[in-house]
């Protein structure tokens, strides 16, 4: 079975046509719920681990995550920008965490700096989930990191390029904020390389902005003492 709008042929026996404009999640459930296949009671649908703590409240020292990495380039924030938010966080008194993949350690040396902690290459992709799990926050690319924070509840300020559609790849049923020109030229292209110079869609979007987003997903002046 598969979401097809073109004719498949023979290469699936059930083919569903689906609404482009719902999120991914929402797409897989309907195609699953035409095998006859629905959702347990009690159950929302919501993406989770086993095992991870769903949990979340911005409460007073709780961490916040920076994921600066992204497999496809054209959906990557600057580094000298992540490193100026990592900067801006820890002199606002945050705690932060830099996360990346084992090819990405110098990347997230340089983002993390002196003040943040570097755990660039050094997490399993469970620990990553705990990790995340705990954070009050993280901010990150649209990029598996974006979803596995989805999945265990914790807020996202996502830096969206659109070179795919944010309304059906965009953090899913958990508090976000996202940022970033989804009016782009580069909107729908599908790129993996910026298409336009300069990269404007996340470009623009400014150190304060992320740090006012941050805020809002967790503030400070609200957290709840441990």
């Known amino acids: ?121 050094k997490t399993t992709l469970a620990e990553l989930a705990e990790l995340l799990a705990g954070g009050a926050a993280v901010v990150v690319g649209n990029s598996g990191p974006a979803h596995l924070a989805a999945a265990v509840g914790t807020p996202v300020v996502s830096l969206f390029a659109p070179v795919v559609p944010a309304v059906r790849w965009r953090p899913w049923l958990v508090p976000h904020i996202l940022l970033g020109d989804q009016n782009a030229p580069c909107a729908g292209t599908r790129a993996r390389m910026c298409p336009v110079p300069g990269h404007p869609c996340l470009e623009t979007v400014s150190v304060a902005d992320v740090v006012a987003a941050v805020e809002a997903l967790a503030p400070v002046e609200e957290a709840i003492p441990v």
Do not use: C
């Open 1 to 121: 079975a598969a979401v097809s709008e073109d004719y498949p042929g023979s290469l699936v026996d059930v083919r569903h046509r689906g609404d482009d404009d719902v999120h991914e999640v929402e797409r897989a459930l309907s195609l699953v719920a035409t095998l006859g296949y629905q959702l347990p009671a009690g159950d929302d649908g919501r993406l989770r681990i086993r095992g991870t703590s769903t949990e979340n409240p911005a409460r007073e020292g709780a961490h916040i995550v920076v994921h600066p990495g992204a497999s496809v380039p054209a959906r990557a924030w600057p580094a000298e920008k992540h490193a100026a938010l990592v900067e801006a966080l820890v002199g606002a008194g945050r705690r932060v965490v830099v996360t990346g993949g084992p090819g990405e350690r110098r990347l997230t040396a340089y983002v993390a700096g002196t003040g943040a902690l570097d755990l660039g290459g």
